[in-house]
């Protein structure tokens, strides 16, 4: 009993000692941005552990701030910069200074009225490949032009790094996507902001052997895995 009190105690203090300097709170601003761009993963019955709750969020605020800007969280899992994707979940800038504030002011809870609706996060099973996918496996030739809307790693061993890049026949280099840290849990697309065509005879380097990544072709196109010559000369495919 003695013990409880003096638990009590010593929460009440610690609680005292958080002074509010920020009008930002968990439950109006920062739970509707860790819904829309983590709690996917971070909930219960995600991947992560939960962020759905003040009360589980808050033993995280620090470390939460460190990892939305150091980039780490949400993961990518490709540098950033090469390839442009329309998909890319990282936080804007304004999205970055609202959970600093929050944090630095005391991450405060807020008032339980601004809490937004439960989201429905859509299960990772119900993303599907199209059916007009190309699965690269190294080096492949084009036998035929495509208009390709992004690419989807398959398999992908845990950490690789590697780049993979379009030849043209002109002889230019399309950077397509460098996976950095990729997981396999990620289970998610490179979604290109701009389609990108690629004339017949392109070939589509880096992908290693082991590795077999998607292209997904723009819908509609009447592309199929025929199209593709595999590169047999350095036994990769
Ligand atoms: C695609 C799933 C996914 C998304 C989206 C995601 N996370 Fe994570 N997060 C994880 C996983 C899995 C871990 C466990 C550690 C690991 O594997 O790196 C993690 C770990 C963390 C950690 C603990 C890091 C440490 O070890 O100290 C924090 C904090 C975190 N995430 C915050 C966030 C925030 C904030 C967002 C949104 C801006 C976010 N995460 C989005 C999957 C995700």
């Not at 970055?96 to 859509?122: H, M, R, S, T």
């Not at 589509?204 to 998607?214: E, L, N, S, W, Y």
């Not at 509609?220 to 199209?227: I, P």
């Amino acid at each position: 009993m003695k013990a409880a009190l003096l638990v009590l105690a010593f929460s009440f203090a610690a609680q005292a000692h958080d002074v509010i300097t920020t009008k930002v709170t968990f439950d109006r601003e920062i739970v509707r941005l860790l819904n829309a761009h983590c709690n996917s993963c971070h909930r219960e019955g995600g991947t992560a552990f939960s962020l759905a709750t003040y009360s589980a969020a808050r033993p995280w605020a620090k470390a939460i701030e460190e990892e939305i800007l150091t980039r780490r969280m949400p993961p990518w899992g490709a540098v950033k910069g090469f390839g442009d994707f329309r998909n890319d979940q990282g936080l804007t800038p304004e999205q970055l200074e609202l959970i600093v504030d929050w944090e630095e002011g005391g991450a405060p809870e807020g008032e339980e009225k601004d809490l937004p609706p439960a989201p429905n996060f859509p299960e990772i099973a119900a993303v599907q490949h199209p059916a007009s996918e190309i699965i690269v496996a190294g080096d492949l030739k084009l036998a035929q032009s495509v208009t390709l809307d992004g690419l989807w790693p398959v398999t992908v061993p845990d950490n690789a790094g590697f780049q993979i890049t379009a030849e043209l026949p002109d002889g230019s280099i399309e950077s397509m996507l460098w996976l950095q840290n990729y997981k396999q849990s990620f289970g998610h697309p490179f979604l290109f902001r701009m389609p990108l065509e690629l004339p017949a005879g392109t070939w589509v380097r880096g992908v290693p052997a082991g590795a077999k990544v998607a292209l997904l072709p723009v819908s509609g196109s009447d592309t199929t895995g025929k199209l593709l010559v595999p590169n047999r000369r350095d036994g990769l495919q």
